[in-house]
């Protein structure tokens, strides 16, 4: 039981590029989040799936986009990368996303836009 | 939006508790309060949360006052593992949370 994977876990781009930020839960959640943590402040959400099939904007959504390609599995993709977006990334995954909800977090993706 | 503030640090020696506060002031009826910690380049734990009552668990214990505009995560005996950054947070509904700061825990053995 991995819980929550996340690939890859650096990653440096230049400005313009894309890539696409992977992650996987093994724990049957309904729902799944991307976060990004900028140095010293805590948590943003960026986007969020309720169920499968499903997706949501968050807080700060602008330049990204998001696929829940399957219940397990929750794609995070910057189109055209930008320095503001370098920052660490955070996959998380809870049973149904109510408010008593636990929310399981991955790793994180460091990544780093010059 | 509902809101937390935490202080940004806090220190205790090893074996000592710990009371970590949170203010809330403008929490809803339905938002539960969750505490989560992050350990160095680590991704957030859950330790516990509580809408009303208070709660224990294995991790620790929160204590939520009575007009819930403010809760306590107490670490009955602090470790130097414990060393984290500790959130409080809001689960406000609709799939949004509301991340503070958080209070970095200094633990000295």
């Known amino acids: 039981n991995a819980g929550v994977t996340q690939t890859p876990k650096f990653q440096v781009l230049k400005t313009g590029q894309s890539m696409t930020l992977q992650c996987a839960q093994d724990m049957n959640h309904n729902s799944m989040y991307w976060y990004r943590q900028d140095p010293g402040m805590g948590l943003r959400l960026i986007y969020y799936s309720a169920s499968e099939g499903t997706t949501d904007k968050g807080e700060v959504p602008n330049g990204y986009n998001v696929s829940r390609l399957n219940k397990r599995e929750f794609s995070l993709r910057l189109e055209s990368a930008a320095p503001s977006q370098t920052s660490v990334y955070f996959c998380?995954?809870?049973?149904?996303?109510?408010?008593?909800?636990?929310?399981?977090f991955g790793p994180g993706t460091r990544l780093t836009v010059l | 939006d509902a809101k937390t503030t935490q202080p940004n640090s806090m220190e205790s020696n090893e074996e000592e508790p710990v009371h970590l506060p949170c203010n809330h002031s403008t929490i809803s009826g339905t938002d539960y309060i969750h505490w989560y910690r992050q350990l160095p380049s680590q991704g957030p734990e859950y330790v516990i949360h509580g809408l009303t009552s208070n709660v224990n668990n294995r991790m620790a214990s929160l204590a939520i006052a009575e007009d819930r505009k403010s809760s306590t995560l107490i670490l009955h005996r602090a470790t130097l593992r414990d060393a984290a950054v500790y959130y409080c947070i809001l689960y406000t509904g609709g799939f949004k949370t509301i991340f503070g700061a958080g209070t970095r825990l200094f633990v000295k053995a």
């Open positions: 998380a995954s809870s049973e149904w996303g109510t408010t008593a909800d636990t929310q399981y």
